[in-house]
């Protein structure tokens, strides 16, 4: 039944966001043969989940699908696996008949069901929790299976692969490598666990330079935000009384629990684990202040907290049905949305419901070409065609009220840098884009040198950085003669005097040169250096003597 509700529930709000047509960009080049890149020549990881554009280019080597299709679908498959492997995994630690309960409350939110589309690699990311949790259960329990010394060795293979899935997720993986050292002894578990996700970190410092994905970066992911990260939680629970099955969930797992476990290896250290981790994973989200999409970052510790209560004895009836009742009210009422809001400046949006507002459609967009309905991307065709034809830069201008067009500006001649696009929403413009054009944002997803300006106090989660158009404008071929009129030209050829500083020439040379044995060294060097640290004042004035 979970299963069946999961797809129906998943296939009904299919779409795909912004974001999830970022990792669509690297699957591109990875296609045409330029790495795993947003943008030729430059190495940046631009997405958080390293497994997630793999699996995406895997099938699509296999199927030749279509992109978007792929990652919709692909996600709502491991989104629905998710659902039924963590149903069954807890209805085995439970003796007869059992009821739906954790399973119904985390079903019936919008954004749970909203993500397991999306593009994004949420699908993946509780997936692989689901199966966390079934294999440590499986290990937890070593009477009841035989070869318990394989359970062991698969969990940690597992637990290591959390690092790929999404960075954050090496919490769950870490205690549970953790556990499994205590409880066994063994070195063998540390060969089984630590290869995959320690060679890929060598790459990852020798080819990008980085220790984590260049988002986390972007996003400052060690900064401080509690405020914002409270004001995120109340915006994600409050619509949904979501603390009302919470409650009478959490009462229906302590009711005659034993919380006095007789072993490490036991299915109550696998409850408190998963617990535990869900709590220290929310902490963490708050403190960094949450996200800009309504739910989404809360929506990974939520479903571990659900896991050891996604069903419940039939003995506990009254639990499934008040799950039940709370879930039908609000699937019926959903997320209601004033749309008021989107004229103003916005802070934490549904995003489903965002763009399918800004790309005036009727439904959610599926397609990347179906966002070049918004009205901020009027005439973008134009002015890629422009770039195409030998301009270097293209800007996006104001032409009348809610009407915008395009202008470009010549290259100047001893300038190499590619074509160049910049536009705050990467994905829609980067996959209605060729691979020849360079597509950067001024927040710093794609572009190292937007992503190490210092915070904007008080700015959008996600979005509280800026790269001003003269700094823009100097990282180009743009002729700095020719530029519009709205963009100074003194400081865009200060900032680019400025851009010869030695610091800036250190953090270019990390993604742009050749990928020598040499350049990955000295990669995985700054990567343990100053790739932890640099940061760039917003004043070109400040780099010149």
Known sequence: MIGVLSFWGGFARRWISDDGLIVLRTVRNLEAGNGPVFNMGERVEANTSTLWQYLIFLVRWVTHANLEGIAIYLGLFLAVAAMVVGTGASASMRSGAVLPAGALVYLALPPARDFFTSGLEWGLCIFYLAVLWWLLLRWSRPRRHSGSNSDAYWLAFWAGLSWLVRPELALYGGLVGIVLLVSHRWWKILAVAVPLPLAYEIFRMGYYGLLTPHTAVAKSAAGSEWGKGFTYLADFAGPYWLFLPLIVLAIAGLWKADLRPTALRSTATATYLFVGA????????????????????????????????????????????????????????????????????????????????????????????????????????????????????????????????????????????????????????????????????????????????????????????????????????????????????????????????????????????????????????????????????????????
């Open 278 to 545: 869900a709590l220290i994973h929310t902490l963490y989200v708050l403190r960094v202040g949450g996200d800009f999409m309504h739910g989404r970052m809360l929506l990974l510790p939520l479903f571990a907290f659900l896991l050891p209560i996604f069903v419940v004895s039939v003995r506990m009836w009254i639990v499934s049905v008040l799950c039940a009742v709370w879930a039908l009210v609000i699937v019926l009422r959903g997320h209601p949305v004033d749309r008021s809001i989107y004229a103003d400046e916005i802070s934490i949006v549904d995003e489903r419901d965002f763009w399918t507002y800004a790309t005036q459609r009727q439904d959610p967009p599926m397609r990347a070409e179906e966002f070049l309905g918004a009205k901020f991307m009027e005439d973008y065709q134009e002015g890629i065609d422009e770039l195409e034809a030998g301009d270097a830069m293209t800007f996006r201008y104001i032409k009348g009220e809610d009407r915008f067009s395009w202008t470009a500006t010549p290259a100047d001649p001893s300038r190499t840098d590619p074509p160049t696009v910049y536009l705050l929403n990467l994905g829609l413009s980067s996959m209605n884009a060729p691979l020849d054009i360079r597509v950067l944002d001024n927040i710093g997803l794609s572009n190292p040198l937007a992503a190490r300006q210092p915070r904007i106090v008080g700015g959008r989660i996600g979005h509280d950085k800026s790269l001003d158009m003269s700094w823009q404008v100097a990282d180009s071929a743009a002729d700095i003669d020719e530029i519009p009129a709205w963009i100074d030209k003194y400081e865009a050829a200060k900032a680019r005097a400025a851009l010869a500083d030695a610091d800036f020439q250190k953090l270019f040379a990390t993604y742009r040169e050749p990928l020598t044995w040499d350049r990955f060294w000295k990669n995985i060097k700054f990567s343990l250096t100053d790739g932890r640290t640099l940061t760039f004042s917003s004043n070109p004035s400040d780099y010149l003597h």
